[in-house]
């Protein structure tokens, strides 16, 4: 370290006053570490005119940085770097501060769930949509836009449940392709499914109260309800879904996935259907019904969903546009019983106004273009062939160690590791040859599912999966992994 | 009512099974009306002729329809909508249900804030920009995005915080514009500031302690800090800021607009800011500095932001691209110290996943582009313009009655009816001229600011300005305002 820095160039935008940009670019200098502590800064007397600035200029713009403590003047000797604000500008806590988070971010999980990305050549990684989608999206969007958009304004606010066009195209999608009992009155939009499930537990779920949770199921349902202060209750699942008669006793409301379980890709059978809503009857609960990926069919339409039976305002159903066009687009929505809707909006008004119209813009404008239709069904024969090609894959070259579970739609599988096969072993070798496969219990807080794998396959295309399940028939049969017993 | 429909045109979208598309074309026409309560359905052969399927397709459609309630099958009669969905499509609760919400949702305002829409001529209802920014916009973005984007991923998820491309350009632009301490590392993007709001009110604040609000000021703060079940205590502003010495003892943090106050528009003074980062270091409190309008200066750059001044980590500083850009673009900012950002990431996390890519990306282009540049100097001379304006007239025009109040930044100005002269009286004039006005006191929970008024000129373009007060100036002269004492 140390030196004088001869000269320094610094970049002057041309907004703001001079001197501002002057301190600007010697922030800029010391923050991407051109400038390090100790180092001597040119003379201000050359430096000013290599800028074309006066000393003036440069004066009052180090006088700034000396102030925050970034600069230090040594008598006779010139400007040096004290300290770079790199990793962060704030300064120390130096006096006996009790700042502190509240009780409630207590209940913030440790480690925020994240399936950790592997490394590999081929990736099952569940969770993931075909890029082809996203490039469809903006291609077709953009070319519209301009031209033929009657756009929402974003000038202005608009009501906190979304666009009332855009609601009543999301209710006619709901209702033809998955028998939704609503109108577009009904529906307030969201920015995903984790809005929807935080606005939906600290609305309906409290301190003391318990609620639950499929279990293997996704991870954030759990914690989502813990920051109400409830308590989740991992529900089992079998192969006919969530088992209505291990739902304890006095939950005020349970989670699922009944169209296609996650992770497990089972449907919930008509006698668990049935059940399930007599339970909620006698109990009086309700159930949030998360139709999270069912739009992707592969033989005939999916059961309706759950909702559809529903003659009690119990069931809840939410949905997103996470898996038919992209997760980072953050567009979800919750169909809501009378009872809820009014408190819906307002929360929904006070924790982030309304979702960003040039989302909802864009999405209306995908559906009233056709182009939402013509883009669906593209992304279902696409998939469609995906799971056939990876199903034939597994039952075919696989099938000494998988044993895949039925299901009807989604974009993943699920498969059971045969007796006297160590899924331990499986996924090592899995790892060794470059394909990435996820375990069914990284979904459990209670360690089910340890004898599952899951391999999704939404953003594998399909020379990956036959490349992907090469890789692991080659592997497990060389590796002898018939070898290891379950432990 | 009643009466045979005798031939009933539904739209079969081809989309999905033939008795699917019969099924929502049936309810399409309950839902909107055409098909009434008591009304006959066409015969089904004739029906099906006409609609160019099977008599089958129409008896499955049909059967679905009336296992849900919406049609009833008379014997020797045929088929009669029994009820419509029109108003919601959901069952009425028949039985003793207990559904209800939990006991935060008795913390939601009973209403909530907006200013009301008033139908006139002429409006400065504040809060709004100009339409302008949003055609500029537009028409910018949407010509660059597919040539030179270097977009974000919208078909994986992205971190929680945000772009870290994005949040190393709004830090440079706020350590440049706004004298922010910060690095993008610094940085959590959210979905705009009533977010921002709920994660610190949740992080920071909870049962049995007080924060303090500015009163008059944005009523939805104290509306979201109440949700925590926290107490909002209204703190006093005069034209020097909110009062410092005022504030009471004991509370956790409070939230302040010291750059320019909403709504008087007044500057917290050097003395004041100091004396507010003492106390808080003394009572050992946070604050949160919502900068909201502050980039759009109209003489010299306005005062650096207290958090620059700020030597221990107490201030959290809150920006949005609401005024920038739009209001219903949904994008804003928290720049939190180090100890708030790991709780503060999570529970973004846990909220809402990520802010929408498509938000994201799009602000990027814009920077990346170096049209945010031009289009936020394009509108500072914009709104520079209008404000000259209004700040004139009112001084050559209404001066009679109202006393405009010091302010250097933003998209509003304050005004103090004069005395001797009455609100209600100006108000109700300006009403009947058709000219939009707003009180002082519908931003305040106390009942202060009662002889104050609001004037927006975000949405009120120059020849409207001169209009506005021109009717003003009529109708108070002419209905002798003059003679109306203040209540």
Not at 196 to 213: E, N
Request: glycine letters at 10%; aromatic letters at 8%; proline letters at 5%.
């Amino acid at each position: 370290m140390g030196g004088r820095v001869d000269d320094l160039l610094i970049r002057l935008d041309g907004v703001g006053p001079i001197q501002q940009q002057v301190y600007e670019g010697i922030y800029s200098a010391l923050t991407d570490g051109r400038l390090e502590a100790g180092q001597r800064l040119p003379a201000s007397r050359t430096w000013a005119i290599q800028l074309g600035v006066s000393r003036n200029t440069i004066r009052e713009a180090t006088a700034a940085l000396i102030a925050e403590g970034w600069l230090e003047a040594r008598v006779g000797s010139g400007l040096y770097v004290r300290k770079s604000p790199q990793q962060s500008s704030f300064p120390a806590i130096t006096s006996g501060s009790r700042l502190r988070l509240a009780e409630w971010s207590e209940r913030l999980p440790v480690k925020t769930f994240v399936l950790q990305e592997k490394d590999v050549d081929v990736d099952f990684r569940p969770g993931k949509v075909s890029e082809e989608a996203e490039q469809v999206f903006r291609r077709r969007r953009l070319g519209r836009w301009p031209s033929d958009m009657e756009p929402g304004r974003l000038s202005e606010y608009g009501p906190p449940e979304g666009d009332a066009r855009l609601r009543e195209r999301i209710a006619a999608y709901l209702r033809q392709s998955r028998s939704v009992r609503c109108t577009g009155a009904d529906i307030v939009i969201t920015t995903g499914t984790h809005q929807s499930l935080d606005l939906l537990s600290r609305l309906l779920l409290g301190p003391g109260t318990t609620f639950g949770v499929e279990d293997p199921g996704f991870p954030v349902v759990a914690e989502i309800v813990r920051l109400s202060g409830c308590e989740p209750f991992p529900l089992q699942v079998d192969e006919q879904g969530v088992k209505v008669e291990e739902i304890p006793e006095g939950i005020v409301g349970l989670y699922c996935t009944p169209n296609h379980q996650f992770p497990l890709g089972v449907t919930l059978t008509p006698a668990r259907r049935k059940a399930l809503l007599a339970r909620a009857a006698k109990d009086d609960f309700v159930i949030l019904e998360d139709d999270y990926d069912c739009e992707f069919y592969h033989g005939k339409m999916p059961s309706p969903c759950l909702q559809s039976a529903d003659r009690e305002q119990r069931v809840i159903y939410l949905g997103s546009l996470s898996k038919i066009l992209a997760p980072a687009y953050r567009l979800g929505f919750i169909v809501a019983p009378p009872w809820l809707l009014d408190g819906l909006r307002k929360a929904k008004w006070i924790v982030d106004r309304q979702t960003s119209m040039l989302v909802q813009n864009s999405l209306l404008q995908f559906m009233i273009s056709g182009d939402f239709s013509v883009h669906l069904a593209g992304m279902r024969v696409e998939y469609k062939r995906r799971r056939a090609l990876l199903l034939e894959a597994i039952q075919s070259r696989l099938s000494t160690w998988l044993t895949p579970l039925d299901s009807t739609c989604g974009l993943h599988i699920s498969a059971r590791v045969n007796a006297g096969y160590d899924i331990d072993s499986l996924c090592r070798v899995a790892d060794e040859e470059g394909v990435g496969i996820y375990r069914g219990d990284a979904f459990s807080s209670a360690g089910r599912a340890s004898n599952m794998l899951v391999f999704g396959f939404g953003g594998t295309p399909v020379q990956e999966i036959n490349k992907g399940v090469s890789l692991l028939a080659v592997g497990w049969q060389s590796q002898n992994c018939s070898l290891g017993l379950r432990s």
